[in-house]
């Protein structure tokens, strides 16, 4: 089990270099993995490769990279890149993006996520795991007539997948090592999630996955008013028929309903909550909503519950 921290610098005057320094923060409080967000700005991959190296020992991840807009080819390029540069120590998330995002910034109709999904993960795995891919779907073509190896990353790279709804659940349990699930409460993943996703890869004769269950909070002594801010934060992903489900799964009605606020024993009380449900890692995201003396309270909780 592990405990780590999605890392955004806010307001700096090089990301990168704030990145770096808050990863240095987390590692110093025992936190066992720094992770990314991907949306138009800095490139995941690339800053997990230079934070991996930066902070040795802390391992790192994207979560996650939208399918749609990107290649297999591209994707297990950067993937393994980074994966060398941290020696081992990077993990790739996807994530089928939604509607709003696809069709308005790239153009594209946002056609038959789960099949793209499934064709993306089928070549991706090939590349990553050999270097080599021919691989002729109905959506996506992933042949290699040049190398696609980088040495160094000859291990692979763990593939993990924003997974939560049945038939996303059921292509990662299949051709992933695990999900990335945000915004999904203890029940949910209790009840739905984790069961789903396993009873995918039992059947395929896959390893049981991993459970990286993404959690929005905070450890703070003001827990309405934060509260009350991370509503006004949420409210975006309300609009998801997705994450509307998912929320609701875990008995709540909006996003904050499943926030993880307030002091250290409700917060330790309610990671117990989702080892318990399945989760076999827990990354808290949002951490610097109450500002940095609350963030370095958060982490170094965090920090003590990392095993």
């Given amino acids: 089990m592990t405990v780590g921290v999605a890392l955004q610098a806010s307001g700096p005057d090089n990301q990168i270099d704030a990145t770096v320094q808050l990863a240095r923060e987390a590692a110093a409080a025992g936190l066992r993995s720094a992770w990314f967000g991907q949306t138009f700005g800095a490139d995941s991959p690339q800053l997990a490769a230079i934070v991996g190296r930066e902070v040795p ?4 991840g994207t979560s996650a990279i939208p399918i749609f807009g990107r290649h297999p080819l591209l994707v297990s390029s950067q993937a393994q890149t980074a994966q060398a540069a941290t020696h081992g120590r990077y993990h790739l998330g996807l ?14 109709p946002y056609e038959r996520p789960i099949a793209r999904l499934r064709e993306f993960l089928t070549a991706l795995r090939q590349l990553t795991e050999t270097g080599a891919a021919d691989f002729h779907g109905e959506l996506l073509t992933a042949t290699t007539p ?17 997974a939560m709804g049945p038939q996303a659940l059921r292509v990662s349990g299949e051709l992933a090592d695990g999900i990335l699930p945000y915004l999904a409460g203890p029940r949910a993943l209790a009840e739905h999630i984790v069961p789903a996703v396993t009873a995918a890869a039992e059947a395929a004769g896959r390893p049981a996955p991993r459970i990286v269950a993404l959690v ?4 703070t002594d003001d827990a309405d008013s934060v509260r009350t801010k991370a509503a006004e934060q949420l409210a975006f992903y309300e609009q998801f ?12 009605k909006r996003a904050a309903d499943v926030a993880v606020i307030g ?13 318990d449900a399945g989760a076999t890692e827990v990354v808290f995201s949002g951490t610097g909503i109450a500002g940095d003396t609350d963030r370095r309270r958060t982490w170094d909780l965090l920090g003590e519950l990392a095993e």
């Avoid at 040049?146 to 924003?162: K, N, S, T």
């Avoid at 929005?216 to 450890?219: M, N, P, R």
């Avoid at 028929?241 to 709540?252: D, H």
């Avoid at 002091?263 to 080892?275: G, I, L, P, T």
């Fill in 57 to 60: 020992g802390l391992q790192v």
């Fill in 146 to 162: 040049l190398p696609a190896r980088v040495p160094g990353a000859e291990g692979g790279v763990p593939l993990l997948v924003a």
């Fill in 241 to 252: 028929p997705s994450y509307a489900r998912v929320i609701e799964l875990s008995g709540g």
């Fill in 216 to 219: 929005y909070g905070v450890v």
């Fill in 263 to 275: 002091n250290e024993r409700a917060v330790s009380d309610e990671v117990q909550r989702y080892r």
């Fill in 95 to 108: 994530a089928l993006g939604t509607k709003l995002l696809t069709e308005g910034a790239f153009g594209i």
